[in-house]
């Protein structure tokens, strides 16, 4: 089972939809969460973290969080062409001041004009 | 600008060269890592330095070898690397190595012929 997991996609939403981009973790004890924004070509952009139950909004960004269920996702709402990148999700492998960064393989989104 | 500068962006070496990747960071972070970013694979974590010093090796062949002189600067270097090297590798840095967000660079894209 991977750590950290992502559905690939692609997903495709029309513009001004709302994306839902999903992620599961199996290490109980993770305690921060994190979305990267990856461009093609370009280097992964922090976008939301995240780390108590419940919802944090930023902007058009949603990020939510279900520690009961090991369950992390993004919602995009209003989603523009510009969002159309890959999707990372991290979790803070263990607790204390020992943890390290574990990354799904990401998410496609493609948003359509 | 993500205040993390990667130096080559583009690299095309034999099996036999060798050569060097730098990484420079105007963040006033104290730990550096390396990833290793394959096709339709996730992250995979390389190196953690934490104040100069190596906190983690994740079983990375020897033919990569890392080097932080100081907590700004953080090299890659490479020897008598295979084909299955070729990879996009980034840099990143956190205040410290407990996990926090990490901030990326726009990595090298090494390919080895």
């Known amino acids: 089972q991977k750590e950290v997991e992502q559905n690939s996609g692609p997903l495709s939403v029309p513009e001004g939809a709302i994306a839902s981009l999903n992620c599961t973790y199996s290490?109980?004890?993770?305690?921060?969460f994190f979305w990267y924004r990856q461009y093609s070509g370009k280097s992964p952009e922090l976008i939301m973290s995240i780390y108590s139950n419940g919802d944090k909004e930023d902007g058009r960004f949603t990020a939510q969080l279900n520690k009961a269920s090991q369950y992390v996702s993004l919602l995009i709402r209003d989603s523009q062409p510009s969002d159309s990148a890959t999707y990372l999700c991290?979790?803070?492998?263990?607790?204390?001041?020992?943890?390290?960064?574990?990354f799904g393989q990401g998410t496609t989104l493609q948003v359509k004009p | 600008e993500t205040g993390v500068t990667q130096t080559p962006r583009h690299l095309v070496m034999g099996m036999t060269n060798k050569k060097s990747l730098k990484c420079e960071q105007h963040?006033?972070?104290?730990?550096m890592y390396w990833y290793k970013q394959s096709a339709k694979k996730p992250l995979e974590l390389m190196f953690v330095?934490?104040?100069?010093?190596?906190?983690e090796n994740n079983s990375v062949p020897s033919r990569f070898s890392p080097e932080c002189p100081n907590s700004s600067h953080l090299f890659l270097h490479l020897h008598t690397l295979q084909p299955e090297d070729s990879a996009l590798y980034l840099c990143?840095?956190?205040?410290?190595?407990?996990?926090?967000?990490?901030?990326f660079g726009d990595g090298t894209r090494l390919s080895i012929l």
């Open positions: 290490d109980r004890v993770s305690q921060s």
């Open positions: 963040l006033g972070h104290n730990a």
């Open positions: 991290a979790a803070r492998r263990g607790s204390g001041n020992t943890g390290k960064l574990i």
């Open positions: 990143a840095s956190s205040q410290d190595h407990a996990g926090g967000p990490q901030h």
């Open positions: 330095y934490s104040l100069e010093e190596r906190v």
